[in-house]
Structure formats: C-alpha cells, structure tokens
C-alpha cells in the first residue's frame, strides 16, 4: 500500500497547494444561518483553499460569541444537520468541504451513520473539537472507513509524546489552535500560534493550518510565517451578523488571499 493511498481529497487538495508555493486559507461559514450557501460559493471564489461548514449545535464549548450568535440564530430558523448537509451538493465551489460540529451529534447518530451522512452529502472531511485523541479511534475508523477525513486538532497544551501520535492520526490537515480558549478575533497574534504550528511541523508532513485568534491579513501572514496555511471564522461570520452578506464575505476572504500571496 503506498503512503498515498491514506490520502484524502482535503488533504491532497491542500497538499498540492502548499507544494505550489502557496499559502493555504480555509474559511469558516455557520450552516443554516441566511444566505450560507452564497457566501460559502463566494468565499471559495475569492480564494479560499477549502471551506469548514460550521453545523449548529445547542451547546458550542469552543466557539465565540460570534459564532455561537449565528449558530443560535440559524437553529432558530430551523436549522438541522440534515438541513445543512442537504444543502452540500449543490455548493459550486471547486474546493474540499469540511463540517465542524460537536461531538454529541455523532455519537447521537452513531459513528458509522453519522459518517456515511457526511460522505453522502460530499463532505470531505470532518473537525469535533471537542473528541480527544484519546478517545478519538472508534470515531476515526468509521470516519476513514466511509472515506471521510478525521481532523484533529493540536492545542499549545498538548503534551509532546501525544504531538507525534495525533499528527499521525489526524487527516486532511493538523488543526493547530492558536490559543487556549473560544474561537474569536485577537487584537495580536498569541505567541502560541506560531509555537504550536512549530510544534506539529516538526513531527509532521501534513499540512498544518492555525486557526483560533486569527483578527487580520497581517496576523494571518504572521501565522504563515511557520504554518502552512490559516482557518479564517469568527471574521467572516461577522460580515454575516453585520448584514454585508456574501459581498462582505468575498471581500474579506479576498484581502486575506492577497495578503497571504503577497506574504
């Protein structure tokens, strides 16, 4: 079995972009809230590598007030797993789709439903911040099984023996997250994201992208400086809470890629 083989769409995806020259952004949208859809198309147009489909759940530990507003707003509105997983397919994108939910949903579904739920509605891969490593293998293998990609994610307090192993179990990408605490924007860039992104590229080929405390173009270049790539979320879901719609979206994501391609 070649190395290649384990590879998954995201993580090939990524992989050629990174090989390319070129820095990797990825841009978080909270299914289910109005409009979604077009700002997901619109992120990807406007240079996204890959987009991370946020489906709400009643109880987010690690997301900001930001994204916690707009998760409570589109589950007002209805808003379900099946919903937004319906909605998918019919993204026109050209890039990796990834969802970030909590964990309670899949085990509620069991692993092997939940995950065939993702790949039938071609999701790429899959984040659940809140599974740790070490209690992550059942999920993992009927992630794998179903050809999803289970990322993990690298926090400054992972400890360096578990480092090397969650790197190895991760797909797709290393989550490297910037800072302890919720998702939000940063005034600064902790030291932490560029200490953690050290950490994961020293152990690992994979492509490693920081995200958590990302405020700016420059934080994000900042970032660059040591990981492959960023995940761009509470500032793109607040051009939504703010009504600039997908035009807003686009243009956020846009300075982002040019900052990131000017490096």
């Known amino acids: 079995m070649s190395s290649d083989s384990k590879i998954g769409r995201m993580e090939r995806f990524l992989r050629d972009r990174r090989d390319s020259e070129s820095k990797l952004l990825v841009a978080y949208i909270t299914g289910g809230y109005e409009g979604w859809e077009v700002a997901v198309e619109t992120a990807a147009a406007a240079g996204a590598d890959a987009i ?32 937004v997983l319906a909605a998918v397919p019919n993204l026109d994108t050209g890039v990796p789709h990834a969802v970030m939910t909590y964990y309670n949903l899949a085990h509620h579904a069991g692993h092997e439903r939940f995950a065939a739920m993702l790949a039938n509605s071609g999701i790429d891969a899959a984040i659940l911040p809140d599974l740790p490593l070490i209690e992550s293998a059942p999920w993992r293998e009927a992630a794998t099984a179903a050809g999803i990609e289970a990322i993990m994610l690298a926090a400054p307090t992972t400890p360096e023996d578990r480092l090397a192993e969650l790197c190895e ?4 990408f290393v989550y490297a997250v910037g800072l302890l605490g919720v998702t939000g ?14 950490r994961c590229k020293q152990v690992t080929d994979k492509p490693v992208l ?3 405390g990302i405020g700016s173009p420059e934080q994000a ?8 790539g960023v995940i761009i979320g509470s500032a793109v879901v607040r051009r939504l809470l703010d009504g600039e719609g997908a035009e807003g979206v686009g243009e956020l994501i846009a300075s982002y890629r040019n900052a990131l391609d000017a490096g």
């Open 52 to 83: 991370e489909i946020g489906i709400p759940f009643s109880d987010p530990v690690m997301d900001g007030p930001v994204i916690q507003k707009a998760s409570q707003i589109a589950l007002d509105a209805g808003a379900s797993p099946a919903s």
């Open 210 to 212: 920081t995200g958590v």
């Open 185 to 198: 924007e940063r005034a600064n860039l902790a030291a932490t994201a560029t200490e953690i992104a050290r």
């Open 221 to 228: 270049v900042e970032a660059c400086s040591v990981a492959d």
């Open 169 to 172: 179990a991760s797909r797709g």
